[in-house]
């Protein structure tokens, strides 16, 4: 038995194997389910403290064949809705990182490795699994450009506020300005506040192969969506972060 749900387990039922009776004396054992259920947080897992240990602990292995996970072509979602180290289901661009190893889409709630959240869409990461590592998990942040942090913050904010069109100077520069450091732009998070606006302005209006403005459908200039609401896409990139 363990202390939270009170499930009795077989050893080699659970994921990973039981402890035997008598084993580590002194200290009492939680289930997989359980450490889950405690130490995912939005934003990121615990990171410190005893369920930060125990569930780094159940991630180097899956509670689920991964070979046996029937995938679309894109290797974004599969028919059995099982992702993660949970084995629960869930949704590629709504807040996942995918494997860079095993292709295995993770959530960001059972992460340790994030420092900031992710927002929607958002796969400029390069990650690497528990299981694939044997170890704690790896991740960098890639290079943004400034046609990526429109699209992230326009795909963002079409999720979360379920429109389309955007109010630049209201809405998309001023979720910007309040969300820039947890965008972890890299190189450019050291444009000046008085820069921003026109680095931003210019990206929406030089790329009509992505966005939209209001002037093109007889409403403010100042408007700005996405011809399809599809996440950034993310380009090939070099060992240093930037895309090639």
């Not at 889950?36 to 615990?46: H, N, S, V």
């Not at 963002?156 to 069109?165: A, D």
């Not at 910007?176 to 890299?186: C, I, K, Q, R, V």
Request: hydrophobic share 30%.
């Amino acid at each position: 038995h363990q202390y939270y749900c009170y499930s009795a387990y077989h050893q080699d039922c659970h994921v990973p194997r039981a402890p035997a009776p008598g084993e580590g004396e002194g200290t009492s054992w939680v289930c997989r389910q359980c450490v889950f259920a405690i130490a995912t947080k939005r934003g990121g897992a615990l990171k410190k403290g005893p369920y930060a240990r125990a569930m780094l602990g159940m991630k180097l292995s899956l509670p689920y064949g991964l070979k046996g996970l029937d995938w679309d072509a894109g290797h974004l979602s599969n028919r059995q809705q099982s992702y993660c180290y949970c084995g629960g289901p869930g949704e590629w661009n709504l807040k996942m990182l995918q494997c860079r190893s095993c292709l295995q889409w993770f959530h960001e709630a059972c992460t340790q490795c994030l420092s900031k959240p992710l927002l929607y869409g958002d796969r400029f990461y390069e990650f690497e699994c528990c299981v694939c590592r044997g170890g704690p998990e790896k991740v960098r942040r890639l290079q943004l450009r400034w046609v990526d942090v429109a699209h992230l913050v326009l795909y963002h904010l079409s999720v979360c506020c379920k429109k389309k069109y955007f109010d630049f100077d209201r809405e998309i520069l001023p979720f910007t300005s309040e969300n820039w450091d947890s965008l972890l732009l890299g190189e450019l998070s050291d444009t000046p506040k008085g820069e921003r606006s026109s680095k931003l302005l210019s990206a929406l209006n030089s790329h009509k192969d992505r966005f939209i403005s209001g002037r093109e459908i007889k409403k403010r200039k100042c408007l700005f969506g996405l011809h399809a609401r599809i996440p950034p896409p993310v380009e090939p990139v070099t060992e240093d972060g930037a895309p090639t």
